[in-house]
């Protein structure tokens, strides 16, 4: 989205960037983001980071604004900004709920929201992520039981280092893969510890699925994501969705990603001003500056 001259998770001369998922990357000649965002995002790309803490004031472009934890990954964030006609809070991905490897969000007050609908209808109610953690350790338990191998399919950032720290605290070792032991020596550096790593672990976790050669046990596999088998998301469900808004309680709603067309409807049945937007619109055109 643009604000005027500057871009939320769009690229434009000045850009805000909520946090290190390869599809929300931009590029600008300045690239506002947290420090844990920089440092994830730099494992991948280039650019120009300028460490933003969260709850202090800055200036994005000729806006005030503010950062809030979303808690859907390491450092991720949404922002505030303070616009002629009214405040303005864009959540980038978020989550209601705490995780174990993502900071607690928080949302504050503003006229206008922008929020996420990746899970934007009913049909996706998600467990709690403690009801979810006793779901991945049946399945751990049972897997380890009829003596074949856990193999767990994640997002290598985020949704990975969330998998290994839950097995972490419930005892288990894990032999995660190359790409995702470097996300998470980078998480360690944040001060997120695994004790849990080693070359014979007993839970293998993976990116994306491919022939298991290493293990002398046959498979026995779990995909872990909102869309998966498993449902520990980093993003809110439909519910969580909902509270954010209550919690918000903002004049008028964009709804963006995901399933923003119907959870814009169903916003709208409950009472709010609400319309969904693309990701590349131009907030001035649709009168909000
Ligand atoms: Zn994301």
Redesign the pocket.
């Known amino acids: 989205m643009l604000v005027g001259k500057v871009g939320l998770d769009s690229s434009s001369r000045i850009a805000f960037q909520s ?1 290190a ?1 390869t ?2 990357f931009v590029s600008g000649e300045v690239i506002f983001a947290t420090k844990a965002t920089k440092y994830l995002s730099h494992l991948r790309k280039g650019g120009f980071y300028r460490e933003i803490e969260f709850g202090k004031t800055f200036y994005l472009g000729d806006y005030r604004a503010k950062l809030y934890p979303a808690g ?2 390491l450092g ?1 964030a949404g922002i505030k900004l303070w616009l002629e006609s009214g405040t303005l809070f864009y959540t980038g ?1 978020t989550k209601w709920f705490k995780l174990r490897t993502a900071e607690k969000s928080r949302f504050p007050r503003a006229d206008f929201l922008i929020i996420e609908a990746t899970f934007g209808v009913p049909s996706f109610t998600f467990p709690s992520p403690r009801e979810v953690e006793k779901k991945l350790v049946a399945f751990v338990e049972e897997a380890l039981d009829r003596g074949k191998k856990p193999v767990l399919y994640v997002n290598q950032m ?1 949704k990975a280092q969330e998998v290994m720290k839950i097995l972490d605290v419930h005892g288990y070792t894990v032999k995660p893969s190359r790409e995702i032991r470097k996300v998470s020596r980078m998480y360690e550096k944040f001060g997120i510890r695994f004790n849990n790593i080693a070359p014979d672990g007993e839970v293998v976790i993976r990116s994306y699925r491919s022939p298991m050669v290493e293990n002398a046990l046959p498979p026995w596999e779990l995909t872990v994501s909102g869309f998966g088998e498993l449902k520990l998301s ?1 993003h809110a469900d439909f519910w969580e969705l909902v509270r954010i808004v209550e919690m918000i309680t903002p004049e008028k709603v964009f709804t963006v990603y995901g399933f923003a067309e119907e959870f814009a409807r169903i916003l709208r049945g409950l009472g709010y001003d609400a319309l969904p937007i693309g990701r590349v619109t131009d907030l001035g055109l649709l009168g909000v500056l």
Do not use: E
């Open positions: 946090h998922h599809d929300h859907h990954m991720s991905d985020g980093n």
